[in-house]
């Protein structure tokens, strides 16, 4: 059973960083393309952003290009998300998911695990 444990959220001003931490089991984690997601009040679950099996590939929502960054520790089975120049529109609940297949991918319908989710939470 794939376990995902999300950490690094919290309450941060507008143009400030917040570093999101995934820490996974159950799977062989190197074999396993991971994504973040997010969900604001009222709005849909939407993508934020993926990373290959490897690290070697990356994708983001061009709302995040620039100032998002996704990266992974195979050794220590943990992804990261570090989140830069934060605006107020980036709040929301962002979860941690982890796919079956290899490739980065943007689809929530390819992950099949999901962390409980760590609240993001940026002031103007």
């Known amino acids: 059973q794939v376990q995902l444990l999300e950490s690094g959220g919290g309450l941060v001003q507008a143009g400030g960083s917040l570093r999101l931490s995934c820490a996974a089991s159950?799977?062989?984690?190197?074999?396993?393309?991971m994504g973040w997601f997010r969900q604001a009040p009222g709005k849909e679950r939407e993508f934020v952003a993926s990373?290959?099996?490897?690290?070697?590939?990356?994708l983001y929502t061009d709302s995040v290009k620039g100032r998002f960054t996704v990266s992974r520790d195979n050794a220590l089975n943990t992804v990261y998300l570090q989140m830069n120049s934060l605006k107020p529109e980036d709040t929301a609940v962002y979860y941690c998911?982890?796919?079956?297949?290899?490739?980065?991918?943007?689809?929530?319908?390819?992950?099949?695990?999901w962390g409980q989710g760590t609240q993001v939470t940026v002031s103007s």
């Open positions: 159950g799977r062989t984690f190197s074999r396993s393309a």
């Open positions: 998911a982890s796919s079956s297949g290899l490739s980065s991918t943007t689809r929530s319908r390819n992950y099949d695990a």
């Open positions: 990373i290959s099996g490897s690290g070697r590939s990356t």
